[in-house]
């Protein structure tokens, strides 16, 4: 069985905010190198990564998250929830605002972990509203913690 989906590609962020677009780039980038890191270690680069950053909104970070999935085809995968929620985060970062950023594993079997950014505890462009998942590991904005 297949499964199509929907890439949202928007080269409208490329022509509308060109330092927008090349953060993002950036932020794809070193995204793809920290996943690289132990999860405790992730947190801790996350952690100062945030520092003095004040807390996005959610209209900031659906757009940070929209960029991300128009600059990479490959984090629209099913399973590229990892950097694409790291990008995602910088790339709020680079615009001075940091989401929450989480990951967590399925409450109900079969095992299935996951990474989400989320205002306010509520979880931005995903399906469902994140009740569906236990978190792990939260690097939240200094002000909420």
Do not use: Y
């Amino acid at each position: 069985m297949s499964v199509q989906i929907m890439i949202p590609w928007d080269e409208r962020l490329r022509g509308r905010r060109p330092a927008l677009w090349f953060g993002t780039r950036l932020a794809i980038a070193l995204a793809r190198v920290l996943t690289l890191l132990p999860p405790h270690r992730l947190e801790r680069v996350l952690t100062v990564l945030r520092w003095r950053a004040r807390p996005a909104t959610a209209a900031e970070t659906d757009e940070a998250l929209r960029s991300v999935l128009s600059s990479s085809l490959m984090l629209n995968a099913h399973k590229a929830c990892l950097p694409r929620s790291i990008a995602a985060a910088l790339t709020c970062r680079l615009l001075g605002r940091w989401p929450t950023w989480c990951t967590g594993v399925g409450v109900t079997p079969p095992f299935s972990a996951h990474a989400w950014v989320e205002v306010d505890g509520v979880p931005v462009g995903e399906v469902d509203n994140g009740t569906g998942f236990a978190r792990l590991l939260v690097v939240a904005p200094a002000d909420e913690r």
